[in-house]
């Protein structure tokens, strides 16, 4: 097959119609009859199969589901694990590495091998594995499956290559870092606890070498059990027992004392000289009660016990141990005591793990602490230590982009290198202050600016209305600006009718996003039917918001003839709409209101985005407004268009006015391909008693959402809209009565819903009865599961809309503004347009605008167009240069609208005699060459599946069509020839969450939501993957390791290690012999053996050189020490000597001797 796809990629483009994959399902690239053959157009394909290649390249934000932390203090780097089977290894900024198990099984524990370059993880399906971090990509080098006993605690003592692995059955293995193999040495519970306890100690949960001793190991059970066990005798030294579970340990830096931390919210002190009772016990947040009972509290997970060589005072850090009658509305806690101060920090998400960071790696040396890492279930701080209030650092990484759930993104590459340091001037002005002023203790790694670099900008909205844009340039992400959507509107009053839900409910969440870069222009549309539009601005402004009304209701019923609609449109100048007649239904005052209230008072809005128009659709007959599902605007036409299930709506907001107002029917005229049946009345138009009884039958109302869905549908489509004719609203004027709001609610149509995070929906491949005749025949689109298929052949949604220079009907000879339309049932319909050109004349004369008829048919809902020259350029929208609103006049120089590609002749110019229009839907593509129509190319890309996204791109100086399936597949096509250049599994489409986020951009990159937390970013060019080592950044940089402190003579003497411990004699296999084989299996990593022997340079190889050279140093000190004492005993022996020689001669005189 490879071969075959390089013989069509060398087909020369005088013949790009060569026959497609099998597995595409048609002929791609086949010219359609009647139609101009391929060979008129000369258009050079530069792209092949072999510029693409599928590559993740970044994950941004928080990890998701954290369950473990662990920091390098020499390195500087740190990590987290995830419930999910990942790891985020971070850095200085720009240093930030994520790494995927393939078991997909939880991380329990993190272990580095401190400035070794490695880490030792430990997951939940009771595997090891031992990661190379010497790599920009970390990778497994081995991995050690236990069969029979679950891990439950790991420990890996300071320049030590035996791991500590203990289980929970109680045991306590041993395991060889460098062969990843078990020593024959273990630690059986019942030697650990006395033969007369009957009682399983139960799973080991605390691990440690005493500070004193590294001979001495400090085992900790759950049931409350503390031992420590003596390795060279194989033997207990002591025995402690505790009522109360054990949740954590730690050692004070001199070894002559420990902490533990129990179930019941205690503290409790032990020192070795005297086992038998702890000295100490201390409930930290638990008062004796006037009974003399003490008040229960929470568990203590873990405890941190540090000295400090500032103060005498150690340091006492834990969490938890509140008690239950005051964490009852408390959040969670960070409880730091030093000497007799306590403070307790409060956090906003429940305390996954914290870290105390200290400079030495020495755990018996002095800890001096300075910081804290406190991982939260959503969020990532760092606690400073070193000033009396506690500030927090400033953090690096864009860990908040959760900070509302994500509902939609956008992608910008290649944007005006002046936008990203404006938008960071002024988003400056908005960032938090307090923050410590240190910098960032996590420096670890080394990053470069990659050479192949250029301005990217990350949108995202958010449930609560906000905007981001973050700076996505070289592969890292920094917030750049925060938009509020919500201050647009009033907030909802308590006696207003539906304050009650509009307090629980998510009302400004953003449902997608429209931004020109060049022009400054933005627009946001919201889930309330609403969409708002932003000026950009330098300066502050005082100014009122311009709000219009839009009453889109139609439905198919109300269409008696083509004729009549035709004769009847709904667009042309606002002022001809008559008002609806008092009798009709839905005229009521209280129905004609939109879902939100924007203010109407002057409103103060600093540098920035500026709110200036807001459009909103109104309630009708009890029903909400369908949600909005297309949306696009050109800055220099100065229209804005959207469109949703049941028509489109045209605005031109330089004159605040709405230009068009029209059924989804309408726009057909007297050409509708469809042969639509008029439907019954609709069934839950009941009274106001019908509707109090079936608000107040759950049964019911599920029943007939289930009939009637309505928000919650997939892009917002719907398919049982209200009957209702359509009227164009009128700007709202300040101190007008708008009426009372509704109080009732449709019946099963809540107005709003939890705004859906694009984190949290489900999506399932669509399931059809059709045949593939009916298929063919009807064009009906194949939808998800969360679309319903009633009336699928009488509504249809705006699904796309793209303004452009086109030629708005067959026989023009020069192109003209036109408004690109396509809907669900993949008509495209084609709106040309008569714009004034004069700058005076636009702001006075009215647009003239209509349909000009059906240009095509395909298959499936329509999503996306784009236009090409006739030489296989990319046509770009034209746009208005961008000039500050509120900046000062010149009255020299007055200011006037600077466009830019706008002129018909300049458009004529890069067209020639025309242009290719490339149009993608659901099921394929096609291209059709401007003004004749005539199809060119055609492509079936799915068959069994549906186009979720599709963008026409730039990669390699080149442009193609891009596509994402729902089952998983990443497609590109080339243009305008639609020959297939790849074709990927990537990933499968488990929810909506992918759906809503997928966006392709230029250069070949793509991004996703791939948690509710994270974006992944991917690039599918070969180019970029070929240079994305020089992109990402170093994790592991050549540090010495920092030498132990000299404790003197005098302590080393008395206080020091008795003897040297040789972890090698005693867990090697010549003294402890082979463990079990049915215990644990030793799997290579994935790298292979040739690649593991290459890999002998790194963290492997280093390590055993390292233990070589360490081993001979030793044996060269043995030496020393052997003739050392030797020269002692000879040095004894002759004192000896000369003491007897002396005794015999003492009393002798000279003369005889």
């Known amino acids: 097959m490879k071969k075959f796809r390089k013989v069509l990629d060398g087909l020369s483009s005088s013949s790009p119609g060569g026959v497609a994959s099998p597995l595409c399902g048609s002929a791609a690239g086949t010219p359609t009859a009647h139609a101009p053959t391929p060979q008129d157009i000369h258009v050079q394909e530069t792209l092949v199969s072999e510029n693409f290649q599928i590559c993740k390249t970044v994950r941004h934000g928080f990890p998701y589901q954290p369950t473990c932390l662990a920091f390098d203090p020499v390195q500087k780097i740190l990590a987290i694990g995830s419930r999910t089977g990942g790891i985020r290894i971070l850095g200085r900024p720009g240093v930030d590495c994520y790494s995927q198990h393939e078991s997909g099984a939880a991380v329990l524990q993190l272990q580095f091998l401190i400035n070794e370059g490695a880490l030792v993880t430990a997951c939940a399906d009771d595997t090891l594995h031992l990661w190379n971090l010497r790599q920009r990509r970390p990778a497994i080098l081995h991995s050690l499956k236990f069969n029979r006993e679950r891990i439950t605690f790991c420990h890996l003592p300071f320049q030590s290559k035996w791991l500590y692995v203990g289980t929970e059955r109680g045991n306590?293995?041993?395991?060889?870092?460098?062969?990843?193999?078990?020593?024959?040495?273990?630690?059986?519970?019942?030697?650990?606890?006395?033969?007369?306890?009957?009682?399983?100690?139960?799973?080991?949960?605390?691990?440690?070498?005493?500070?004193?001793?590294?001979g001495k190991l400090l085992i900790g059970f759950e049931s409350g059990t503390v031992v420590q066990w003596d390795l060279r005798a194989k033997k207990v030294d002591f025995r402690i027992y505790y009522d109360e579970a054990i949740h954590s340990v730690s050692w004070h830096h001199e070894g002559k004392?420990?902490?533990?931390?129990?179930?019941?919210?205690?503290?409790?002190?032990?020192?070795?000289?005297?086992?038998?009772?702890?000295?100490?016990?201390?409930?930290?947040?638990?008062?004796?009660?006037?009974?003399?009972?003490?008040?229960?509290?929470?568990?203590?997970?873990?405890v941190e016990y540090k000295t400090s060589r500032n103060s005498s005072e150690p340091y006492v850090i834990f969490s938890g141990g509140l008690s239950y009658d005051k964490s009852g509305g408390r959040r969670p806690t960070l409880t730091i005591m030093h000497g007799k101060a306590i403070t307790v920090l409060e956090m906003d998400h429940p305390i996954v793990e914290f870290l105390v960071l200290c400079d030495t790696p020495y755990s018996n040396e002095v800890q001096d602490p300075y910081a804290v890492v406190v991982l939260l279930e959503k969020?990532?701080?760092?606690?400073?230590?070193?000033?009396?209030?506690?500030?927090?650092?400033?953090?690096?990484?864009?860990?908040?982009?959760?900070?509302?759930?994500v509902t939609c993104t956008a992608y910008f590459a290649e944007c005006p290198p002046d936008i990203i340091p404006i938008l960071y001037s002024i988003g400056a002005k908005q960032k938090k202050t307090g923050y410590s002023h240190k910098e960032w203790p996590v420096s670890g790694g080394t990053w470069t600016l990659g050479s192949q670099t250029y301005p990217e900008i990350i949108v995202t909205g958010h449930a609560d209305g906000t905007v981001k844009f973050w700076d996505a340039s070289a592969i890292t992400l920094q917030m750049l600006y925060k938009l509020k959507t919500s201050k647009v509107f009033e907030k909802p009053k308590a006696g207003e009718g539906r304050a009650g839900e509009l307090a629980e409910e998510d009302p400004y969440a953003v449902q997608m996003v429209s931004w020109c870069p060049h022009s400054r222009l933005f627009c946001v549309v919201g889930?309330?039917?609403?969409?708002?539009?932003?000026?950009?601005?330098?300066?502050?402004?005082?100014?009122?918001?311009?709000?219009?009304?839009?009453?889109?209701?139609?439905?198919?019923e109300d269409v008696i003839s083509p004729s009549e609609t035709e004769n009847n449109p709904c667009f042309s100048d606002p002022s001809s709409h008559s008002p609806q007649p008092p009798g009709s239904p839905g005229s009521g005052t209280q129905d004609s209101l939109p879902c939100l209230k924007v203010k109407n008072r002057p409103v103060r809005m600093p540098p920035g985005y500026q709110a200036e128009l807001v459009v909103q659709l109104q309630w009708v007959d009890g029903e909400p407004p369908q949600q909005i599902t297309s949306l696009d605007i050109n800055s220099a036409y100065g229209l804005l268009a959207f469109g949703n299930c049941n028509g489109l709506t045209v605005v031109d907001y330089l004159q605040k006015t709405i230009l068009m107002c029209m059924g989804t029917l309408d726009l057909y005229g007297a050409a509708d391909p469809y042969q639509r049946l008029t439907r019954s009345p609709r069934k839950n138009r009941q009274s106001t008693s019908g509707l109090t009884e079936l608000s107040d039958n759950q049964v019911s109302m599920d029943m007939e959402r289930s009939k009637s869905p309505t928000s919650d549908h997939v892009n917002g489509h719907c398919t049982s809209p209200t009957s209702q004719p359509c009227s164009v609203g009128k700007p709202r004027i300040p101190g007008v009565p708008e009426g009372p709001r509704l109080t009732r609610r449709g019946p099963g149509r809540p107005p709003f819903r939890k705004a859906q995070s694009a984190a949290c929906m489900e999506i399932s491949l669509p399931v059809s009865s059709h045949t593939e005749e009916s298929r063919e025949n009807s064009f009906s689109r194949s939808r998800s599961s969360s679309v319903s298929s009633i009336d699928r052949d009488t509504k249809e949604s705006v699904t796309t809309l793209q303004f452009g220079e086109s030629y708005g009907r067959k026989g023009d000879a020069l192109p003209t503004a036109c408004l690109w339309v396509g809907t669900s049932l993949g008509v495209v319909l084609l709106l040309p347009m008569s714009i004034p050109t004069e700058e005076e004349e636009r702001l006075e004369d009215t647009i003239t605008m209509g349909p000009s008829g059906t240009v095509l048919m395909l298959k499936g809902s329509v999503l996306r167009f784009a236009f090409l020259d006739c030489g296989g350029t990319l046509i770009q929208s034209p746009y208005e240069v961008w000039r500050d609103p509120n900046g000062p006049e010149d009255p020299d120089r007055p200011r006037r609208r600077k466009l830019v590609n706008f002129s018909p002749s300049s458009s004529q110019e890069a067209c020639g005699d025309g242009h290719l229009a490339v149009v993608c839907s659901e099921k394929q593509a096609k291209v059709i060459l401007m003004p004749t129509q005539a199809v060119l190319f055609t492509h079936n890309i799915t068959e069994s599946s549906f186009v979720l996204r599709a963008d026409v791109v730039s990669v390699c100086n080149s442009v193609c069509l891009a596509c994402f399936c729902a089952n998983g597949h990443i497609m590109t096509l080339s243009l305008p020839s639609l020959r297939p250049l790849m074709d990927i599994n990537y990933l499968p489409l488990t929810d909506l969450r992918i759906a809503r986020t997928f966006v392709f951009t230029n250069g070949g990159q793509a991004l996703y939501l791939s948690s509710p937390t994270e974006i992944q970013r991917l690039t599918y060019s070969q180019e970029m993957t070929d240079n994305l080592q020089d992109m990402l950044g170093e994790l592991f940089t050549p540090i010495e390791t920092p030498e132990a402190q000299n404790k003197g003579f005098l302590k080393g003497f008395f206080g020091g290690n008795a003897q040297t411990f040789d972890r090698e004699e005693l867990f090697g296999e010549a003294a402890a012999g082979k463990a079990s084989r049915s215990l644990a299996q030793h799997i290579p990593g994935p790298m292979g053996l040739e690649n593991m022997k290459a890999a002998a340079g790194g963290v492997v190889g280093d390590l055993a050189r390292a233990r070589i050279?360490?081993?001979?140093?030793?044996?060269?000190?043995?030496?020393?020490?052997?003739?050392?004492?030797?020269?002692?005993?000879?040095?004894?022996?002759?004192?000896?000597?000369?003491?007897?020689?002396?005794?015999?001669?003492?009393?002798?005189?000279?003369?005889?001797?």
């Open 527 to 556: 889930i309330s039917a609403h969409v708002i539009l932003y000026r950009f601005s330098k300066h502050d402004a005082n100014t009122q918001i311009v709000s219009l009304e839009v009453r889109l209701q139609f439905d198919s």
């Open 1109 to 1153: 050279a360490l081993d001979q140093r030793g044996e060269r000190l043995g030496e020393l020490e052997e003739r050392t004492a030797l020269m002692m005993n000879s040095a004894e022996t002759f004192s000896t000597h000369a003491h007897q020689v002396m005794l015999k001669h003492k009393d002798k005189k000279w003369y005889q001797l």
């Open 379 to 405: 969020d990532f701080i760092v606690v400073d230590l070193t000033q009396s209030n506690f500030p927090i650092f400033e953090n690096p990484y864009p860990m908040d982009i959760h900070e509302s759930p």
């Open 257 to 302: 004392q420990f902490m533990c931390s129990h179930s019941d919210g205690s503290l409790t002190m032990w020192n070795l000289r005297n086992t038998a009772r702890p000295i100490q016990i201390t409930y930290p947040h638990g008062k004796i009660l006037k009974d003399g009972r003490k008040e229960s509290c929470k568990p203590i997970l873990k």
């Open 172 to 214: 306590t293995h041993i395991v060889n870092i460098e062969s990843f193999v078990l020593s024959g040495y273990v630690i059986m519970w019942n030697k650990a606890i006395e033969l007369a306890t009957k009682a399983h100690p139960g799973p080991v949960v605390h691990l440690s070498d005493s500070p004193k001793d590294e």
